[in-house]
């Protein structure tokens, strides 16, 4: 394989490609992220740059949409050009692509090789079109006029149109001279004419990415014209009080007749966060056009409205794990009456489609090195693969790392203790916000512990060392507990405490999450040194001390570089999917192709997990790093 | 290529086919029909016959399908089997198909060469499935399980399902021990689960064929299990009351906002044509899964509620010629609330799903050989053209055939004159319904034009010859016309005549015919005599009298046997895209392929028509068979 090298201009970037990458491929490899409206079909000449020194031959694509004195003067399509010797290229500015378009993860150190190039194409899209008026010469039908110039503009050969939309169409020509914006959207394999409306309103086109958690329902709204994030908020999934987690409410939906309300209720955290961020940034919740929905099984089918009984139940079965996309309002989402919903396809009963985005949004299933991904949350969910091939199971960790099940824990929002250490024999802490305390999450959790074990405040079975006579260990009731904060310092002026129950919660918690990693690996046949990265999402708030985390031994003694946290890799997912038409179809094949480890009643599970309930690990060898 | 001799047990019937034909295509070429479920795909078995003698190899699906004790005693399939040597085959009777299954024109003279074989595969169809239960080794989703058993018995690979099914399968199945019926259905390319019932209700699935005419609508309610028709009717187009004829209902419904009365009054139509029906053959409208309609354009679009006023305007633009299958209760249709309507895809402004149903319906485009189809209505449609091309004309033909614009013109239903000639200076007729006459139907006018010209009654120029002293002849008014029937013999009590005027507007409209058949013919660049069938079809009841037609220049003067009347093709169409999805697609090509020629500013027609204003017209070298 012969490797070039390509300039680019005005910035003189170098990068060394691979021959027959395309001008585009490199660019974005450079960082440097050139404009696309077709998707990268070659026919609507917004990727124009221009050959300063070097040859790329003008293909029938460029000849196509360049007139000759363009094609003589160097201008190519960056999306069809392949590189066959060293280039120089000039991006145009008309060419480049704003910030806010480029189709990355969240985190920015994802930016790069580890996410293949995702075109921007949202699943919604709006076109503008200006028809030359019928004649005797040219007389076909209004709809396939209308068809022709999507074509010529955007590329795509077949379409469904709904019969409201033809309704209107020959009126909406007709007075309004020949000028109107066709609403495009894309399901599974076809494109669907959703709406025409009169004249250009290609300005104002917005989507919803959704992150439907047990705990939290987490929203982004888009502008879909600029791929830019113009807004979050999360709110507190309303079913919380039909049931705290999933296995309650599907015991409320199935054996109470409650499926009905548990809908309604995460509807309506969907209708309360369209209408929040709406309002925020002055547009109608009927410019919103398509919403695309990720979250575990059993969310998916409270949002359809699904029976999910038969998921806790062995064999484990969902109703479904590729969902229709549906008009948003058949459900009672009130956004666009054409508008769609789209629910990120999940795996099994226990890995779901907020796992399949996380696993599309770091890039696993593009490239050949073995990577993996650990979602932590009352499940810990682990998918582990390459581009050939991705195993994941799932494990219940217990509410702990979203601070549950613990005295003082709390989730990561404005005063919980999210970084600690223990200096001087004092604990010193950072809360969300520069807030008084309230509480510890996940986080400060995992610092926690680390920080207790490493002072030898408790040992590495998790009991406090009673004889350490430290002044921060208290007895009450005779339960052992550490002070964290005290009442002089927190929001409530009760002080914040960790205590030895709590310990013991985590340490099965993290003997959980580790245990299923370790059977993952062992599974496959691998060890942890042949990972090439390891990502951590979770609701741990925006930070999450890795060391530490290794340290505990909830995640594996491999070099910190390669272990990455980033955050809500659930909505990262759902917003590409809605961003990149591409980046939905990688989520489909991601869950058609991702082998499902059933850990219930798997036996090395279960050693693993008897073997990880010490800190860090009955067995000091997996950790050889860790020196407390 | 080899010819190979096929011989049927227990009929010995025999025949003679291709190398490489199935043995399906060969029963059918042999008049004998065999079983089919899947469509041809070789997956439901339901096609077996046996080897008697001769070699037919066992295929893979052969392997598949049949056990090692079957494929020893000679079964194959016929749909998979090809011919390469002569055979006996025995048809079991299991594998034989009822005769109203059988996929050919209304007219039983169309079964044969003409027609290229339709499977029976019904645009929705009721598969009854038994699951195997989940288990842990097989635990894919309920959704998964449904489709691997569909595809096992009907070999379809990839579908769509509704949210409502969805949402009750999970129920369906552990409710009813995994026994269920999915209605499938087939849109466009793909397939989508219309409805799950509990159990097997595979013997109760229905549909109906439409022919929304501008007069009539005519609809046959059928089996879709066996393909039988259960009965028909036909009612006026409640459309009257806005105007006459489609040009006036389009200025009613553009000029006078009419647009949504004209589409309310046609679904009134269909809803009552379904209630007649169904109450008829005690089934439930609920029971009806599915429409295929076939109308002209403009009825097209009244049907689905698209503005149709640019239809009537230079330059003759229509919204659509595809239409999308929309659910029947979308514009107001009362069959199941999952049941689907299909319209029958136009060509131009004015040639529409009627023509394309009965291009396909006499499989014109099925041959190498070059075929003609006239429809002959208020317009005259013409297509003509064979496998490879398809060219069509219409042309404003008048009332007149259809009993309007004559004095006693009347439509073909009871009492009317269908048959007419002059013996021994009387007029002898035949009524429909042997009823006293009422008046005179289309076929009964041309019967009447050619006797009283034959006797010299009137002369080539439509005048009467007021010497001839016939004592049919009378004056009333100063306006000279013929006596039909007495007061005595009319059910009224007056005379039924035919006036000079009459006679006037009826040579204008078989002159409009015939000048359009001959422009396009002269268009294509062939002769009358190249044309190796010339299908009629109208609504001249069940009756036409081919001589009488040319003889008048109605229908170019070639031999009689080339002619066949094929009653109303367009309903004929209609059933066979509702039962067969091949026969569907075959409108979609058709619809696609067929070349418009617009008469209305084409001088040669203009020309046509003034030289056919004669009996039988002004160049007598065209007729050279009639001897009056």
């Known amino acids: 394989m012969k490797i070039y090298r390509v300039t680019f201009l005005p910035e003189e970037k170098s990068i060394e490609v691979k021959e027959g990458s395309t001008i585009a491929e490199a660019a974005h490899r450079a960082d440097l992220f050139i404009n696309n409206l077709c998707g990268g079909e070659g026919v609507c000449g917004a990727c124009r740059v221009k050959v300063i020194k070097g040859k790329a031959g003008a293909d029938e694509h460029t000849a196509a949409v360049f007139s000759q004195k363009e094609i003589a003067k160097g201008f190519v399509l960056a999306c069809q050009t392949e590189i066959h010797g060293n280039l120089e290229i000039e991006i145009p500015p008309e060419s480049r692509l704003e910030e806010e378009q480029i189709m990355t993860g969240e985190n920015t150190s994802l930016k790069g090789p580890e996410v293949s190039f995702l075109p921007f194409k949202p699943i919604v899209r709006k076109i503008f079109v200006e028809l030359p008026q019928p004649s005797l010469e040219d007389n076909i039908t209004d709809i396939e006029r209308m068809s022709r110039e999507l074509r010529r503009k955007i590329g795509w050969h077949s379409y469904e149109i709904s019969l409201n939309c033809l309704q209107n169409l020959s009126d909406n020509l007709r007075d309004h001279d020949w000028k109107v914006t066709a609403t ?73 007749n409650g499926l009905h309300l548990l809908h309604q209720a995460i509807i309506k955290n969907i209708n309360s966060l369209v209408e929040t961020l709406a309002g925020r940034n002055n547009i109608s919740p009927e410019e919103i056009n398509a919403i695309v929905a990720a979250g575990n099984t059993t969310m998916s089918h409270f949002l359809l409205c699904l029976t999910p009984c038969s998921i806790r139940l062995e064999p484990y079965v969902p109703t479904a794990d590729i969902y229709p996309q549906i008009p948003a309002k058949e459900i009672g989402i009130r956004i666009s009456p054409q508008g769609i919903l789209e629910t990120v396809p999940s795996v099994a009963s226990y890995v779901g489609g907020d796992i399949v985005a996380g696993v599309m949004s770091c890039g696993i299933a593009d490239h050949s090195e073995v990577r993996g991904l650990i979602d932590i949350g009352t499940n810990g969910e682990i998918a582990i693969g390459n581009n050939e091939w991705l195993v994941c199971c799932s494990a219940s960790a217990g509410p702990a790392f979203e601070g549950g099940g613990t005295r003082c824990g709390m989730r990561a929002t404005k005063g919980a203790i999210e970084k600690l250490e223990i200096l001087d024999g004092k604990p010193k802490y950072q809360t969300i916000g520069n807030a008084s305390p309230r509480g510890v999450c996940g986080s400060g959790l995992i610092d926690c512990i680390y920080a207790l074990v490493k002072n030898r405040i408790i040992g590495s079975d998790g009991k406090f060392n009673r004889e350490i006579g430290d002044a921060g260990l208290i007895f009450e009731d005779g339960v052992p507990q550490y002070i964290i904060a005290h009442p002089d310092e927190t929001e409530t002026g009760d002080p914040i405490v960790i205590t030895e129950p709590d310990i013991d919660n985590l340490i099965k918690s993290k003997g959980a999450v580790f245990a299923a990693i370790k059977s993952l690996v062992d599974y496959i046949g691998l060890s942890f040194d042949q990972l090439e990265s390891f990502y951590v999402a979770g609701g741990f708030g925006n930070y999450l001390n890795i060391n530490n985390a290794i340290a505990i031994g909830l995640l594996p003694d491999i070099p910190q570089e390669k272990i990455k946290f980033i955050g809500n890799s659930s909505l990262t997912g759902a917003r590409m999917a809605l961003l990149s038409e591409k980046a939905y179809e990688k989520c489909l094949t991601i869950s058609k192709s991702m082998t499902n480890i059933e850990l219930s009643n798997y036996q090395p599970f279960m050693d693993a997990y008897v073997a990880a309930l010490f800190l860090p690990h009955t067995d000091r060898k997996l950790f050889p790093s860790i020196d407390y």
Chains 1, 2 share one sequence.
């Open 184 to 256: 495009v959207v894309k399901d599974k394999d076809l494109y669907r004419i959703q709406k025409i409306e009169p004249l250009n309103t290609t300005t104002r086109n917005y989507g919803m990415a959704i992150d439907v958690g047990t705990t939290t329902v987490v929203a982004q709204l888009i502008d879909l014209r600029r791929g830019k994030v113009l807004g979050v908020d999360g709110i507190h999934n309303m079913q919380a009080q039909y049931g705290e987690d999933v296995i309650l409410r599907m015991i409320y939906a199935c054996d109470k």
